[in-house]
C-alpha cells in the first residue's frame, strides 16, 4: 500500500467519526487516519502559520453563536468579525460569512420545530468495541426542547438546502448521534478523547436531522423519527461504511492532501525539493496547481476566495462551455475499456445539438465543437502503431516541493504508456490554427509544469521517448506540438515559467483584490467589496 500503517505511531485505542468523514475529501487514508486522532507519521510534516481564515463555516457559526448564545444583535454579531483571537479574515470571507449568518437566521425564523434551545456541546456517542473506543459525533448546530424531548441536529448547506446532495450516511450519522449522544465539549487538544459531562442517554421522543441553506430559502427535514428509528437508519446506512473507514484504501491525491498528516508516510505523493524555485522553512503548506497560479495572477482575492469553495456563480461563454463538451466527449471516448482509436465517425450523430457529461452546445458552436472532435481523428494515440500498455484519462498527480512546503496538483487530459515512456498530452479547442510555438510553455504553463515533472521521473518511465504532447483542435484542423522533457533548455525555461507563476503566490500573505474588467467574469465577485461592477468600472 503506498501508506505503511506499521510506520505509524500513536495510541489507536480512540476511533473518532463525525458525519465529515462521508464527504471531506476523497482519500480514504486521509480520512482513516483522521478517525485515529492520537496517530501520526514518526516524521510529521510542518504545517507552519496560518496567515488567513481557511474554515469558512467556522466565521458563520462565530456569528451565530453571537446572536444565540450571546444575545448580541445580528447587525452587532457581524460587526464583531473577525475580531476574535485567531488568523484574521479576508474582507471577501467576511462579507460572504455576514450574508451566511443573516442567510442561516432568515431560514430558521420560519421553521416549524419545537427545539428552540440552542446546545453548545457536541452530542457523542462513546462504544467500547474490540479494544476500542469510538467516538459518533456530528458537525453542525444543534437544539432542544425546553422539555428535553426532542433533539435536532441542523446541517449548514452553501447556497440552498438540498436533500439529494447530502449523504446518506451523514443523515445517519447524525441522527445516531443526536439520539442517543451525550453532551461533551469539543477536545482540547485533539488528540485527547470526548470528555462526557454526565452519564446516560436523555429520555427522547422525537429525534430531527435539518438542513439549513446558507442564502436564506427554506430549510429541508432529512429525519424526522423516534430514537428507534433513527438506529435503525445508522444500522442500514452507516455502521458497516464507518467500520470499513479506519482500515484506509488507495489514496487518491489531489487538494484533500493539504494539512494530511500523512503526507510524510504516503508514497502515493512524490518529493521533488526545488520543483517551484522556493524556499520558505516556515510556509503553511497549501496546495498549488497551475490553474491557481493563473487564476492569483489575475486577481489575488479572486483565486483566494475560490479556494475557500464560496458560492460562485460560473461565467462560462459560448466558446468556453464548447471546450468544455469537446474535452469531455474526447474523456469519456478514451475511457473505454479497450482504449479503441477514434475516427471521424465518432463526431456526435446531431452535430447542431448535442451534449458531453453536463455540457450542452447548440448552433455553430455544437457544430465547430463536432468537427474539433473529427480533428481530433488523426491525432488520437490510439490510432498509431506504438505499444500502449497503460492509459490514464485525466489523471490526479500530486508532488510535495519540500523546499516550499507546497503539494503542487497537476491535472493532465491524458497520460498513456508508449514503448516504456510517458507521453503527457494537453488539448486546446481554439478557433484559429496553431502558429508561433516559440513560446508554447509561457503561453500554457501547464505544458512548463509537465515537463518539469516528465523531467523529474514522476512517472517513473523509460526517458527516452518520454515528452509533452500539445494537440491544438480547430473546426478545420488539428495540429500537434511536442516538447522534449530532457532537453535542457526546454527544462530551463520550464523552471522560469513555474517560478514566475508560483513566487508571487507564495509569498502573499493578504490576497488583496486587482479590480478591472475582469470582474465582470469572477465567479466569486459576489463576495469581494473591491469588484468593479457595469456601473463603477
Excluded at 451525550?182 to 436531522?209: T, Y
Excluded at 496538483?409 to 508508449?418: F, G, S, V
Excluded at 503561453?443 to 500539445?470: C, H, I, M, N
Aim: hydrophobic share 40%; net charge negative; with cysteine.
Amino acid at each position: 500500500m503506498p501508506v505503511n500503517w506499521a510506520s505509524l505511531t500513536g495510541d489507536r485505542s480512540v476511533v473518532r467519526i463525525g458525519t465529515r468523514a462521508a464527504d471531506e475529501g476523497t482519500c480514504p487514508d486521509k480520512l482513516a487516519a483522521k478517525a485515529l486522532p492520537a496517530v501520526y507519521p514518526r516524521q510529521r510534516s510542518r504545517q507552519g502559520k496560518q496567515f488567513l481564515a481557511d474554515f469558512p463555516l467556522d466565521a458563520v457559526v462565530r456569528v451565530l453563536d453571537d446572536v444565540e448564545v450571546r444575545g448580541l444583535s445580528r447587525q452587532a454579531a457581524i460587526a464583531r468579525l473577525g475580531r476574535d483571537a485567531g488568523p484574521p479574515l479576508h474582507p471577501g470571507l467576511a462579507r460572504w460569512a455576514a450574508n451566511a449568518a443573516d442567510g442561516y437566521l432568515d431560514a430558521i425564523a420560519g421553521l416549524d420545530t419545537p427545539a428552540t434551545v440552542l446546545v453548545p456541546d457536541y452530542w457523542v456517542v462513546q462504544q467500547v468495541s474490540g479494544g476500542r473506543t469510538w467516538e459518533i459525533y456530528a458537525w453542525g448546530r444543534r437544539y432542544q426542547s425546553p422539555d428535553g424531548l426532542v433533539r435536532e441536529h441542523r446541517f449548514l448547506r452553501f447556497g440552498g438546502a438540498d436533500a439529494e446532495r447530502r449523504d446518506k450516511s451523514q443523515v445517519a450519522i447524525a441522527a445516531y448521534a443526536t439520539a442517543f449522544g451525550v453532551p461533551a465539549p469539543w477536545p482540547d487538544p485533539w488528540q485527547e478523547p470526548f470528555r462526557p459531562r454526565n452519564g446516560g442517554h436523555p429520555a427522547l421522543e422525537q429525534v430531527r436531522v435539518v438542513e439549513v441553506g446558507l442564502d436564506g430559502g427554506p430549510p429541508v427535514v432529512l429525519f424526522n423519527g423516534t430514537p428507534a428509528e433513527a438506529q435503525a437508519l445508522y444500522a442500514a446506512e452507516a455502521r458497516d461504511n464507518l467500520r470499513d473507514l479506519v482500515r484506509g484504501g488507495t489514496p487518491e491525491p489531489g487538494d484533500v492532501c493539504a494539512g494530511c498528516k500523512l503526507i510524510t508516510a504516503c508514497e502515493e505523493t512524490k518529493r521533488i525539493p526545488g520543483l517551484l524555485g522556493i524556499t520558505d522553512p516556515t510556509a503553511r503548506q497549501r496546495t498549488w496547481s497551475v490553474t491557481n497560479g493563473r487564476s492569483y495572477r489575475q486577481c489575488p482575492a479572486q483565486d483566494h476566495l475560490t479556494r475557500l469553495h464560496l458560492p460562485k456563480q460560473d461565467e462560462y461563454g459560448p466558446a468556453a462551455v464548447r471546450g468544455q463538451a469537446v474535452h469531455e466527449w474526447l474523456r469519456e471516448s478514451h475511457s473505454g475499456p479497450l482504449h479503441p482509436a477514434c475516427t471521424v465517425w465518432d463526431i456526435p450523430s446531431s452535430v447542431d445539438d448535442w451534449s458531453a457529461g453536463r455540457w450542452h452546445v447548440t448552433g455553430q458552436e455544437a457544430w465547430d465543437g463536432a468537427l474539433m472532435i473529427a480533428s481530433h481523428a488523426d491525432l488520437c494515440p490510439f490510432s498509431r502503431a506504438g505499444q500502449i500498455t497503460e492509459v490514464r484519462v485525466e489523471p490526479t498527480i500530486a508532488v510535495l516541493d519540500t523546499d516550499a512546503n507546497v503539494i503542487v496538483i497537476a491535472k493532465p487530459d491524458l497520460l498513456y504508456l508508449e514503448d516504456g515512456a510517458w507521453v503527457w498530452r494537453e488539448v486546446k479547442t481554439r478557433t484559429h490554427p496553431l502558429r508561433s510555438t516559440a513560446d508554447a510553455l509561457r503561453q500554457f504553463p501547464q505544458l512548463a509544469l509537465a515537463t518539469l515533472l516528465l523531467a523529474q521521473d514522476v512517472l517513473s518511465g523509460k526517458r527516452d521517448g518520454a515528452r509533452v504532447e500539445l494537440e491544438w483542435l480547430t473546426a478545420g484542423s488539428g495540429d500537434m506540438l511536442l516538447i522534449d522533457p530532457s532537453d535542457p533548455a526546454q527544462v530551463g525555461r520550464a523552471r522560469e515559467v513555474i517560478h514566475e507563476l508560483a513566487a508571487p503566490w507564495h509569498a502573499d500573505r493578504t490576497m488583496p483584490a486587482r479590480p478591472g474588467s475582469h470582474c465582470a467574469g469572477c465567479p466569486v465577485r459576489r463576495w469581494c467589496p473591491d469588484a468593479q461592477t457595469e456601473e463603477t468600472a
